[in-house]
């Protein structure tokens, strides 16, 4: 089990940009996959972007391809989503999460490893 905790979430109007971190510890080398995933209420998990390693395969959702970018700081274990042009329907609880293995995967069921998740809420 690897431990991760995001940060970065807020308030912010429509237009307006963010950027969310996650910070994994507690053994990660041998998870070489890490992901961001958004849930609002009443709705399914969503995928939103995938990343394998340090960056040589990068993957992103429909909704949010050419807005947002996935990246990751090896020596630190950290992976951030910088979010531009937000909108009202971007509005969610963000979750990190991380898996074993190269495939891109963007079922939430496939990953073991939450963090606790990041509120981002986006006014019109």
């Known amino acids: 089990q690897v431990q991760l905790v995001e940060s970065g979430g807020g308030l912010v109007q429509a237009g307006d940009s963010l950027r969310l971190s996650c910070a994994a510890s507690?053994?990660?080398?041998?998870?070489?996959?890490m992901a961001w995933f958004r849930q609002a209420p009443g709705n399914e998990r969503e995928f939103v972007a995938f990343?394998?390693?340090?960056?040589?395969?990068?993957y992103y959702g429909d909704s949010v391809a050419g807005r947002f970018i996935i990246s990751k700081d090896t020596a630190k274990n950290t992976v951030d989503l910088q979010m531009n042009s937000l909108k009202p329907e971007d509005t969610a609880v963000y979750y990190c999460?991380?898996?074993?293995?190269?495939?891109?995967?963007?079922?939430?069921?496939?990953?073991?490893?939450w963090g606790q998740g990041t509120q981002v809420t986006v006014s019109s």
């Open positions: 507690g053994g990660t080398d041998s998870f070489s996959s």
């Open positions: 999460a991380a898996r074993r293995g190269s495939t891109i995967v963007t079922d939430p069921s496939r990953y073991a490893s």
């Open positions: 990343i394998r390693g340090s960056g040589e395969i990068k």
